[in-house]
C-alpha cells in the first residue's frame, strides 16, 4: 500500500511538471513592454503652468558667454517647454555627464555655493523626471508635477545668477 502511495505521487508530480513546461520558448521569454509616456502631456498643459519664469539678464550673459553646458542644458529646458521630453528616455547616464560637465565648468565670476546648490537642485529634478518618464505607472498629473518642478528649479538657478551679478556689481565703499 505504502509503496502504491509512493508511485501515485511521484506521477502526480511528474504530470504536473510536465503541464507546466512551455511548448514553445517564446511563451517563456518575458518581453519588456515599451514606455511611451511622451503623449501623457502636451505644450499647452506646459504653459498652463504657474511659475515665475526667470531668464539671465545682459551682466549674467556677458560673465557666462563661453559656459557651453549652461546652454546646453538651457536647449533641453526648451525642448521640455515644447512637450518633447525624448531626452529623458533612459538616458541616465547622458544627464549624469552633462551635470559633472556642468558643475565643472562653472565660470569663476558667478561661481557660488548658492549656484551649485541651485545646480544640484536642478539635477535632482532631472533623475526625477527622467525617473517618472521611464517608469510605466506614471500618471499624467505626476509627470505634469516633475517636469513643472525642472522648469521651476531651472528658472531659480537663472535667478540665483542674476542675484550674484546684481549683488557683484554692487560697490559699497566702507568708512576709513
Not at 163 to 175: C, L, S, T, Y
Request: net charge negative; aromatic share 10%; glycine share 2%.
Amino acid at each position: 500500500m505504502k509503496m502504491m502511495r509512493n508511485k501515485f505521487l511521484w506521477l502526480v508530480g511528474i504530470s504536473i511538471l510536465l503541464w507546466n513546461c512551455k511548448k514553445d520558448p517564446d511563451q517563456a521569454a518575458t518581453t519588456e513592454t515599451e514606455v511611451d509616456n511622451s503623449k501623457l502631456i502636451s505644450e499647452n498643459d506646459i504653459k498652463s503652468f504657474d511659475y515665475t519664469e526667470f531668464s539671465i539678464d545682459n551682466k549674467v550673459q556677458a560673465q557666462i558667454k563661453d559656459w557651453a553646458e549652461y546652454y546646453k542644458l538651457q536647449d533641453v529646458i526648451e525642448k521640455v517647454k515644447a512637450s518633447d521630453l525624448h531626452f529623458f528616455k533612459d538616458n541616465e547616464k547622458t544627464i549624469k555627464d552633462a551635470f559633472k560637465e556642468l558643475k565643472a565648468t562653472i565660470p569663476g565670476t558667478i561661481k557660488s555655493p548658492s549656484i551649485e546648490a541651485r545646480i544640484l537642485v536642478v539635477e535632482t529634478k532631472f533623475y526625477k523626471l527622467e525617473s517618472l518618464f521611464n517608469l510605466g505607472t506614471t500618471s499624467e498629473k505626476e509627470l505634469e508635477a516633475s517636469v513643472e518642478e525642472v522648469l521651476v528649479a531651472f528658472s531659480n538657478l537663472n535667478l540665483q545668477m542674476n542675484k550674484k551679478a546684481e549683488f557683484d556689481a554692487i560697490n559699497i565703499v566702507k568708512p576709513q
